[in-house]
């Protein structure tokens, strides 16, 4: 019995204990940041953020003076546009990858890498004067196309890493039941490899979804994502700390809540993955 008692408080000290304040230390700073957006912006700067007397004012600011709702379409309809191309072209990329051999394939795989290599803000002189030239700037297919620079090429070696681990009997098999190589893809590889798009895809909308340089530098005053939209709450001499919080909140809340509708299945497309790569 004594063992079983030392044994429970040891697990409590070395496992729970440290978790609890992990935790705490991790979501301390979210917590904090609801409770400044739900304080009056009269008692912040005297007694603190605090929940007495919390107030949604902030919020209905953000949407009826700074107009929020604009700025979360925005980024809505760049973050869709991005994972709809990327998905499209970083599927079929993948499926080339991984079924055909070809000169410089090795080359081109490792060349995906070493793009993620370099920081973004080398790429935003060139993607500026190119999308002038084209006459996008401003416009949500800049963004779209500038973010899809990002996401492709890393996304391209998650859908291989997984096609990978589709026998390619399944091919040849519908192949000759009569099916095209397309649509062998369509009607075999895709739906086996559903977990590891929707992976793909997740990851592509949310680091579209939090792209601040090319949204500020691409957008403007018609597409103003809310990644910029935050930020020009943070004035030269003063900030609104409670509708900073507010948008922080605000703006987190669409990515939060898309990973916990598809966190199965996320998981599932990321260690799936792993192991057949």
Known sequence: MAVGRSGFWKRILTVDMPMVLILLFALGPYFWMFVTSVSQESVLFTTGPSLVNATLENYVRLFETIGFADNLIDSFLVASGTVAVGLSLSVTAAYAFSRFDFRAKRLLMTQFLVINMFPLV?????????????????????????????????????????????????????????CSRLQAL???????????????????????????????????????????????????????????????????????VLFLLVQKRLISGLTQGAVKG
């Open 122 to 178: 080398l790429l935003i002189l060139p993607l500026f004067i190119l999308m002038r030239w084209l006459g996008l700037l401003d416009t949500h297919l800049a963004l779209i196309a500038a973010n899809s620079t990002i996401a492709i090429p890393f996304s391209i070696w998650m859908m291989v890493s997984y096609i990978n681990g589709i026998p390619k009997s399944l091919d040849e098999a519908a192949m000759t039941d009569g």
């Open 186 to 256: 369509r009607r075999v590889i895709l739906p086996l490899c559903l977990p590891g798009i929707v992976a793909t895809g997740i990851y592509i909308f949310i680091t579209s979804w939090n792209e601040y340089l090319y949204a500020l530098t691409l957008g403007g005053r018609e597409v103003r994502p809310i990644t910029v939209a935050v930020q020009t709450l943070i004035g030269e001499y003063e900030v609104q700390w409670g509708l900073l919080s507010a948008g922080g909140i605000i703006g987190a809340m669409p990515a939060a």
